[in-house]
């Protein structure tokens, strides 16, 4: 079974997911390569995201591109608006994917074989909530190694 984390509280979810991305590219994988990710959530979303990621730091660039584009299979952060994208997709971001999704991902299993580190960012919203803690009990349910870092204690 897949491990997922699950970051719960955040008070603003784009402004983490930025500072989450830039922390796991600065961290290299176990064979020393540097890491990829998958960032999954609405279109809106993600267009957000986008901006967000090129303003968010005067000295920090987190490159990304969406899964459509060409430069997609070198660019380390990638965006992907549907999960099914995934499936038929070659691009060799197989490390971890960030979910900021309400609904559970079809497939869940398929997924976790291909992202070793599964990310679910849940806001203080409290559709966000209700939905979080519905898929960490749905995975649970299934026997994934689940892991639960709250925001709220950090404050």
Known sequence: M?????HSNVADKLLYCCRLSRKILASADSTGQHRTIVIVGNLKELQDLDALMWSFSKTDFLPHAWLDHDAAQETPIVFVSDVNQLKDSSIPHCDVLI?????APPQLDTLLARFPRWVEV???????????RERYKSYREIGHELHHFDQAKGS
């Open 99 to 103: 979910y900021l999704k309400n609904e």
């Open 2 to 6: 897949g491990r997922i984390d699950f």
């Open 122 to 132: 849940v806001t203080t919203q409290e559709n966000e909530r209700l939905a979080g």
